[in-house]
């Protein structure tokens, strides 16, 4: 059984950072890809960024520059550092991994920006 536990939410600023982990446990043999979504309140999940096992990082596009995604293969846990935080970056951010071919989520970890 594979599960993901994502922490670093919280509450910031506006023009603040936070860092989000997530970290994989259980029973897998290969990592294929790890990334972010997120849900807004009274909106559909919508996707961040993915990191493939090979380094190759994919943003959406409105977020590049401001959010970047790395992760440590030895851990098994990604990373999403958000700078320069704006209120509309509030929502539960979710974290995905293509684990074994298999698509697995995190419970999510608030993230919520003040004006």
């Known amino acids: 059984q594979v599960q993901l536990a994502e922490s670093g939410g919280g509450l910031v600023q506006a023009g603040g950072s936070l860092r989000l982990s997530c970290a994989a446990s259980g029973s897998m043999l290969n990592i294929n890809r790890m990334g972010w979504y997120r849900q807004a309140p009274g909106k559909q999940r919508a996707f961040v960024a993915y990191?493939?096992?090979?380094?190759?990082?994919v943003y959406a596009e409105s977020l590049k520059g401001r959010f970047a995604i790395s992760r440590d293969n030895a851990k098994k846990t990604v990373y999403l550092q958000m700078l320069s935080l704006k209120p509309e970056d509030t929502a539960v951010y979710y974290c995905?991994?293509?684990?074994?071919?298999?698509?697995?989520w995190g419970q999510g970890t608030q993230v919520t920006v003040s004006s």
């Open positions: 995905n991994a293509l684990i074994n071919l298999r698509d697995y």
């Open positions: 990191i493939t096992s090979g380094g190759t990082t």
